[in-house]
């Protein structure tokens, strides 16, 4: 591989795994037939040099915890942002930056969120932040074109709001979000916020009084895709190709999760954030080369992989030590051009805060963990080891039903009330023997507990597999799971540090 | 504090097979309690902390023993099999420890091979290799006056039963070999005491009659427990009060303990009795006494490891912060807190055993993983084989041959022929015929082979104390829970990881807070340093200077210099030309530093890159640490100067090497000592407490520098 000078890595946020041209896998916008609105000339023009990969997985159903799979390698119980907000990026965590700028590359973060990134320490090892700002970018990138850059964009215009883009260069490039919405509220006969000009507001008003449906959404957001490639995006791959960087840099391109289904019961629900269903883990990725043709791989990655293939490609001779992660270099992948066939599993996990898709929370809880893997999906729900080890006696009466009902149950307790059993427990009309054997067979009989998919035979994830009296399969689901307990390691101390 | 700390190692002894134990209920079924006297042990015990549940790491010595004297589990020490495998490098046993803390450190062994050969006699001043209790006698004898770390490690108990390797008086043995005979006879064989005597061939004989007799528990264990007696009444008896005489057993920590015990070791319905084999708890539940003064005798039923051993002798020794000195975590830790009531000891204890095939024991390629587990108090978690690799395929990426024989090992873990195995050689012929690995695998999971062999099993200790009847986890959802967790925990155990430590052996001290007042001189001093660099920075512009990383002190006082100067950020690049003959706190240092201190580092391997470098990056000047009084060549220099083209700023250049040291003190700069004690004194300090013995490490640490400082001169770099 020949070398280059620069290295860039563009994340489009909520971007789904088949809205680029190169995914074969288009079955979910057939079926809602919006396959008609997609149109990425700018990607797909990148897409013509690059290692194309159909199956990427993220680490993680949310921004920010991906991000910091991301830049790590490492899988979210290691790094240490593993809910949305109020985690933060361990020390022993090196990031991607940080590795880069230790080798003289000016490391440069340019995000439209800088909240998504500075209050978790993602930012650390960047030397440059730029917050939508494309024209002080590019301003920048002109300067020190000469040397060696390390640039991480992040573009939110794919996000909700759809359609809105952030960045509004081109006066009345949003025109056509607020005529949208402005038709929508008239349409729904809402009462929306007076204030059109806060477009969040508006965008987050309308999901208190209406489903998000995908029949409603995927095709306004389809529609958002094509704006972003065709506008904001094409104008800043143009730019940089003016620069001449495109010419000398590797660039991957990839999102952090997609958009789509989240809650089993309601498979029309459409967000992300929510359970680990193959519509929001599955990300784009592609590896851009000045000197590579189009090619696809379709064995499994997943992003932690990122890091290490940096390294290999770009500083293997430099190095002094090896840096621990939880991925595999796709060095191999990309640099011999005929498939390989690695079979390698993916880790992804997701928390939830006290109300469900709000954010910001101030407690959270483990809401499924899951490993995907020869296509086939072994997830499980809630946080049941917690429970089993004795050692949740030792807590007070009021943790201790706390800590059963989060992690058996997989809820939080109801708001204001005091849990009536730890009432009792106080008072000594139970034991904590007896609360315990409650919330066993509540679980028991109840619960969610763990599901197994085979990707296979049910891509749309509608039919979970029924495992009784099937040896092997019971077997890979024993060490599916003690593979999520060894990747989540100390559970108890992640609860901790999150909830204090 | 104890002076001494004595381990006695009685091989292969039951963990029922002494007083304090009030399980007994084996002996009790098989009769022979009647034949158990353990009073030497006993006397012992009754003023010492006695564990009911200790449990071993292995069926079998090495990797016991190994664990023992680490702290580690076997996956980590790599003493795994009872065969050909050697103690990691990196691993620090409990004698090498304590050497370096001022003991004499002496292994008597009455089998030293078992020592030798997986690496274990490392750290040892003194070793005996045989039997030789007087020989040890006079040694520590010599010694006693020391402190006084010792190994002793008896082979009386292990088979053949009451056959000792140390005659204390003539006939000891007799008792054996009449036995013997007897035994023989009954088989209506004869044979020939006397050349089995002469020639040594006991061990031979021994093994040819259990063969005769099917290793049958019946037959065995009341000779075993015989010689239990025996050891106790005879030899043990004579060795403890041998130590008594000399004195040694008074002010000593003394750990009795055994390495594994002996019992089911095949099938819990076989009355097959030995050991290295399954990890059933007759025989991974072994003895445990702890005895000095300091500890209220008492008995614990908290399980506890093997692996906590290593703390708590290194904590009861006295060693002030022994961790500083481990670069690893241990798997055990300190069993104090256990003693006194405050901890329950460990909650779950590993151990694993591997197969080899019989006739080629010593090539570590024909040995495979039979069992590992997690004991907790209620049950025993069983993982058979390693079935974890076949979920995610890898495997699968094998040449025929090779994926065929590793899901053989993997899932039915057992010897097997590849010329033979009828299943083998069907599956392989399949292979060869163009079937693929997927629809192989398929083949075999449906096989009589596969469908007999367990996978996993849990034993519910309390209920199933024999372990007769295996649960399946996979039959209930919660039981699948529970297992998969203990699972988890034991795929991570294998990780097999030493060099892994939240704790760096090079601490940084805290930042930026002052201790004390910098005096008048100090604070005219800096401010001189601060014109010097704001000057330089006016002059030539931020990304047109660049740090050099010299030495390690003067570098990190100039850097925190440049921090104050422009509030917390340094806006210069910082250069270190990488002569690779650093040592590795060196680089540990500057990493630390650079991450801390958000440097931005630009490191070069070598000197010819540095005109390169100098024009890249458009350097126009360099900013280094000089000070005054190192070398007379520096004498009369100022605080700029040409070099190279390049304009020489030093802005400490007026600062004398106790101005330095003041400096460093009062702000709290990192600084690196390369003696990795960081409260190491001062040269030509007086009165700092330093009592470790000052090492001649100081005066070739200093040499060294000089003379890299010089050839850095000389290359035109100054420092």
Not at chain 2, 33 to 42: A, E, V
Not at chain 2, 636 to 645: K, L
Request: hydrophobic fraction near 35%; proline fraction near 5%; charged fraction near 25%.
């Amino acid at each position: 591989m020949k070398n280059v000078k620069h290295i860039i890595l563009i994340s489009i946020d909520n971007l789904r795994y088949d809205c680029i041209g190169y995914q074969p896998d288009k079955r979910e916008l057939i079926k809602h037939d919006v396959l008609k609105y997609l149109e990425t000339p700018t990607l797909d023009h990148l897409a013509e040099k690059s290692t194309c990969f159909t199956q990427a997985i993220s680490t993680n159903t949310y921004t920010t915890a991906s991000h910091a799979s991301i830049l790590t390698g490492l899988y979210p119980p290691k790094h240490g942002v593993r809910t949305f907000f109020n985690s933060q990026l361990k020390r022993e965590a090196i990031t991607l930056a940080e590795v880069f700028r230790a080798h003289g590359y000016h490391t440069i973060l340019a995000t439209d969120t800088e909240h998504l990134f500075k209050p978790m320490n993602l930012d650390r090892g960047f030397t440059h932040l730029f917050m939508r700002d494309d024209h002080g970018l590019l301003s920048f990138l002109d300067q020190i074109k000469e040397e060696h850059i390390f640039l991480f964009v992040h573009f939110f215009d794919v996000h909700a709001p759809f359609l809105f883009s952030e960045y509004g260069a081109l006066k009345g490039c949003n025109d056509d979000y607020y005529e949208m919405m402005e038709g929508l509220y008239k349409k729904l006969k809402l009462v929306g916020p007076p204030s059109i000009n806060n477009p969040y507001d508006s965008w987050n008003n309308m999901w208190t009084k209406v489903h998000p449906s995908v029949d409603f959404l995927l095709p306004l957001y389809v529609k958002g895709v094509t704006k972003f490639d065709q506008g904001r995006f094409r104008r800043f791959i143009n730019s940089l190709d003016c620069l001449g960087l495109l010419k000398d840099s590797l660039i991957f391109v990839f999102s952090d999760h997609g958009e789509g289904r989240v809650i089993s019961e309601d498979p029309s629900f459409f967000a992300h954030a929510g359970e680990l269903f193959d519509d929001v883990i599955r990300v784009p990725l592609m590896v851009f080369h000045p000197e590579w043709g189009h090619s696809l791989r379709d064995h499994q990655i997943t992003t932690v992989d990122l890091f290490p293939t940096l390294i290999e490609l770009i500083l293997q001779d430099r190095l002094e030590k090896d840096f621990k992660t939880d991925g595999n270099s796709l060095a191999p992948s990309l640099l011999r051009q005929n498939e390989t066939n690695p079979l390698f599993l993916a880790y992804c996990e997701t928390w939830r805060g006290k109300s469900l898709f709000e954010a910001v929370s101030d407690e959270y809880l483990l809401w499924q963990r899951g490993i995907r893997v020869c296509n086939k999906k072994f997830l499980l729900y809630g946080n049941p080891e917690n429970c089993l080890d004795g050692t949740v006696f030792d807590s007070n009466p009021l943790d201790f039903v706390k800590t059963l009902r989060r992690n058996l149950l997989n809820v939080f307790e109801e708001p204001g009330r005091f849990p009536v059993l730890a009432g009792l427990l106080y008072e000594g009309e139970l034991s904590k023997g007896e609360v315990f054997h409650e919330f066993l067979r509540e679980y028991i009989t109840h619960a969610k507990k763990f599901e197994v998919y085979d990707l296979n035979k049910d891509p749309f994830e509608k039919n979970p597999i029924d495992l009784s009296g099937q040896s092997w399969p019971l077997a890979e689901l024993t060490i599916a799971l003690s593979k999520i307990f060894s990747l989540t390691a100390d559970p108890m101390e992640e609860m901790r540090e999150v909830l204090c | 504090m104890p002076k001494h700390i004595i381990l006695i190692s009685i091989d292969n002894l039951r963990y029922d097979c002494i007083g304090y134990q009030p399980d007994k209920r084996e002996l009790i079924k098989f009769d022979c309690l009647k034949y158990l006297n353990t009073s030497t042990l006993d006397r012992i015990a009754e003023k010492g902390v006695c564990f009911t549940r200790a449990i071993s790491t292995s069926t079998y010595t090495m990797a016991s023993h190994a664990s023992v004297l680490t702290g580690l589990y076997p996956p980590r020490h790599k003493v795994r099999l009872h065969g050909p495998s050697i103690l990691d490098d990196r691993a620090l046993t409990m004698p090498t420890l304590l050497k370096e803390f001022g003991f004499e450190t002496v292994l008597s062994s009455d089998n030293g091979i078992l020592f030798k050969s997986p690496g274990l006699m490392r750290g040892f001043n003194h070793v005996f290799k045989t039997a030789n209790d007087n020989g040890l006698f006079s040694l520590l004898e010599q010694i006693r006056d020391k402190r006084m770390f010792l190994l002793v490690h008896f082979m009386d108990v292990h088979c053949p039963f009451l056959h000792s390797d140390y005659e204390i008086h003539p006939g000891y043995n007799d008792d054996f070999y009449e036995h013997l005979r007897n035994l023989y006879e009954q088989t209506g064989e004869d044979i020939d005491i006397e050349s089995i005597k002469t020639e040594g061939k006991h061990y031979e004989a021994w093994n040819l009659l259990c063969e005769k007799y099917a290793f049958d528990m019946h037959t065995l264990f009341p000779l075993y427990v015989k010689g239990v007696s025996k050891f106790d009444q005879g030899r043990f008896r004579h060795f403890f009060q041998k130590m008594g005489e000399l004195h040694l057993t008074e002010d000593a920590l003394i750990v009795i303990f055994s390495d594994h015990g002996e019992g089911k070791s095949q099938e819990p319905s076989s009355p097959y009795f030995g050991h290295a084999g399954s990890l059933h708890d007759s025989v991974i539940r072994v003895p445990l006494i702890l005895r000095h003064p300091d500890l209220k005798p008492e008995t614990i039923d908290d399980q506890v490891s093997l692996v906590s051993l290593f703390p708590t002798v290194l904590e009861m020794a006295g060693i002030e912060k022994w961790q500083d000195n481990l670069p690893y975590y241990l798997d055990g830790k300190t069993l104090l807190p256990t003693i006194m009531g405050e901890e329950a000891g460990d909650r779950e204890a590993y151990s694993e055993v591997w197969m080899s095939y019989p006739d080629n024991p010593l090539s570590e390629e024909n040995w495979f993983l039979w069992q590992r587990g997690v004991r907790t108090e209620e049950k025993k978690y069983l993982v058979y084989g390693r079935p974890e690799d076949f979920l995610e395929g890898r495997v699968f990426n094998l040449e025929n041959e090779d994926f065929l024989k590793a899901v053989f090992r993997g899932l039915l873990y057992f010897p097997f022929d590849p010329q033979k195995n009828p299943l083998y050689k069907k599956l392989l012929n399949r292979l060869e015929n163009g079937s693929s690995k997927k629809e192989v695998f398929n083949l075999f999971l449906e096989s009589e082979w596969f469908k007999n062999r367990k996978q996993f099993s849990i034993f519910q200790l309390k209920e199933d104390p024999d372990e007769m009847y295996p649960l399946d986890p996979t039959t209930d959802p919660l039981l699948t829970v529970e297992f998969s967790y203990y699972y988890g925990r034991i795929i991570n155990l294998n990780k097999g990881e030493l060099l892994e430590s939240n704790h760096s052996p090079l601490a940084l001290s805290p930042m930026g807070e002052l201790k004390e007042q910098p005096t008048n001189n100090l604070r005219d001093k800096t401010e001189k340093s601060i014109e010097i660099i704001k000057d330089a920075l006016e002059r030539f512009g931020k990304w047109n200077i660049g740090v050099f990383f010299t030495r390690e002190k003067e570098t990190a006082a100039l850097l925190y210099l440049i921090k104050k100067t422009f509030h917390e950020i340094i806006p210069f690049r910082v250069f270190h030309l990488d002569t690779l003959n650093e040592a590795k706190e060196v680089y540990e240092f500057r990493d630390t530093l650079a991450q801390n201190w958000g440097l931005y580092l630009i490191i070069l391997k070598d000197e010819k890159t540095l005109k390169k470098v100098i024009q890249r990056y458009k350097i126009k000047a360099c900013m280094v640490a000089g000070k005054l009084d190192a070398q007379e060549v520096r004498e009369g220099e100022g605080s700029c100067d040409e070099w190279n083209g390049l304009i020489r700023i030093c802005p400490l250049s007026h600062f004398t090497e106790q101005d330095l040291w003041d400096y460093i003190r009062t702000y709290q700069i990192p600084y690196l000592s390369l003696d990795g004690n960081q409260f190491q004194g001062m040269r030509g300090e007086p009165g700092i407490n330093d009592t470790r013995p000052k090492s001649s490490k100081l005066d070739r640490e200093d040499e060294e520098k000089e003379e890299l400082m010089k050839r850095l001169k000389d290359l035109g770099y100054l420092a």
